[in-house]
């Protein structure tokens, strides 16, 4: 069964140990975030086999974590005056089946007027089950894309793939083991923010469009009686998602190419981890495919990148200059700290022109991550994130009007302010240019920056209270 869309998809694939789609193949997971109450429960179900059993462990968990269940939903609560954060749960299902399900992020522009420079783009997420056939999405396995003529791909961890609108496509997932986990970002052809799936194939579940056409018109066109069609369309009843045998698999998979090492200006799906780290140190690589470089990305003018952190590391803080960045948790939590001028001028109910030189003009926007939440990083809003003490942080982003985007960064070997003169460094901050430089000459790594823990010991033992870049209220 095949899908044809009316959307540019751009498809991120990552296998995690339930596996994910720009399409970029990653092998990570972007799980359904999970209460302390849940994890029990999942706990005894795998321990217990009779219905007795599960009942009283049912029941031991919940009063165990009572309450867990609510005060574990109740993220995107606190948060709720936050227009830049979207909690995993904030992606809807769109189509479920004993094999998967697509979850879909409403629309930015209505969680605030702030996003609606993005509307036109949709954030999805999809998850199959391993030998599964996939009617209308994309996965680790094999992707045909059927245009002119047919092309299928084998993807792997980091594989990208750009379906433009209007291609009919299909995928399987191949493995034994894995789940596929898919993060896609769509963009609209037609109506802005609104996208429908348009299937060639399926039945009463899914329905093809070719069941819109009268009886008469499909007989002339398709030259068939038309007391056949029904045995056609009217079989298919499992789903956009169903389960494959292995003899289909094998099939489906025949006369595939690999993404490999494909040229920059070439059409067919690449890899991003197979290209040089944009940043790497000892504290983490960031892996970037910008439209500069990789024709695919140009029609729909987005970069995609892979961020890997070691645990407790921070990136450096810094703004985009053009791009607006969608950020997908994958795996691990941080702590994300972003200044924002909109929220600050909402919050106090003035005007720009009303405010007087002593008032903030940035507001500290700071949320907590864990697997499966979206944060967007609109650009000029500069921000930093802290990876958790206790684990990795990987995270995939598209950035949304990437071409020409530059990074400025404001702390770190490359910082900006280490580039402006004596003059300009005196009169910025109102003390000695010798003063400005010692503070940001400092710092000899860039990008990624390392101990946290360390440096919190040692600001600590100083008696200096630790405070935010964004606590100041000139930041600029």
Known sequence: MMIK????????????????????????????????????????????????????????CQRKYEGGIKEGRGGEEKQRGNPYYFHAESLQSRFRTQEGHVRVLERFSEKSELLAGIDNFRLAMLEANPNTFVVPHHCKGTIS??????????????????VPAGTTVYLVNQDNNEKLNIVKLMQSVNAPGQFKEYFAGGGTNPEPYYTVFSDDILERVLNTPRDELPRLFGQQKKGMIMKATKEQLRGLSRHVSSPGATSHDSNAPFNLLNQRPRYSNEHGQFFEASPEEFKQLQTMDLYVAFSDMDKG???????????????????????IEMGCPHLSQESQGQRREQRTEQEGYYQKISSHLSPGDVFIIPAGHPFTIVASENEKLRTVGFGIHAWNNQRSFLAGRDNIVQQLEKEAKEMSFNVPAEQVEKVFSRQRESFYLGGTQQWQRREEGRGHPLTSIFDFPGFF
């Open 5 to 60: 869309t009316e959307h540019a998809l751009l498809l991120l694939i990552f296998s995690v140990l339930l596996s994910p789609l720009l399409l970029l193949s990653l092998a990570y997971e972007v799980p359904y975030p999970k209460t302390e109450a849940e994890r029990c429960l999942e706990r005894c179900y795998k321990a217990e086999t009779e219905f007795s059993g599960l009942l009283e462990y049912a029941d031991k």
């Open 313 to 335: 590391s921070i990136m450096a803080p810094h703004y985009n200059s053009r791009a607006t960045t969608v950020v997908v948790v994958v795996e691990g939590h941080a702590r």
């Open 145 to 162: 894309l059927v245009r002119q003529k047919k092309e299928s791909y084998n993807l792997v961890r980091g594989s990208v793939v750009c």
